[in-house]
């Protein structure tokens, strides 16, 4: 395995944060959902947590920041789908 974290760790902020913010941020906006861009908001700041916590080497925190960035984003698309 690669020991640099710092690649991967900037690799998760900019992927998810791009496709929290870029997607569902942009969507939810042009639609007028309201709780589905703070949700987007909540998620894109979830993913760019999750990268500190690979460069501070803190998996169990990588790993939950991670899960609530995904089901924020799933909440954002629920709202914007209903």
């Given at each position: 395995?690669?020991?640099?974290?710092?690649?991967?760790?900037?690799?998760?902020?900019?992927?998810?944060?791009?496709?929290?913010?870029?997607?569902l941020?942009?969507?939810?906006?042009?639609?007028?959902?309201?709780?589905?861009?703070?949700?987007?908001?909540?998620?894109?700041?979830?993913?760019?947590?999750?990268?500190?916590?690979?460069?501070?080497?803190?998996?169990?925190?990588?790993?939950?920041f991670?899960?609530?960035?995904?089901?924020?984003?799933?909440?954002?698309?629920?709202?914007?789908?209903?």
């Amino acid at each position: 395995m690669n020991d640099n974290f710092e690649a991967y760790a900037v690799a998760v902020i900019v992927v998810f944060g791009a496709v929290a913010i870029g997607g569902l941020m942009g969507a939810t906006i042009a639609f007028g959902a309201r709780d589905g861009f703070l949700f987007a908001l909540g998620a894109a700041a979830s993913a760019w947590a999750a990268g500190y916590a690979i460069f501070f080497d803190r998996p169990k925190a990588y790993i939950a920041f991670l899960a609530l960035s995904v089901l924020m984003c799933i909440a954002a698309t629920l709202i914007l789908a209903f």
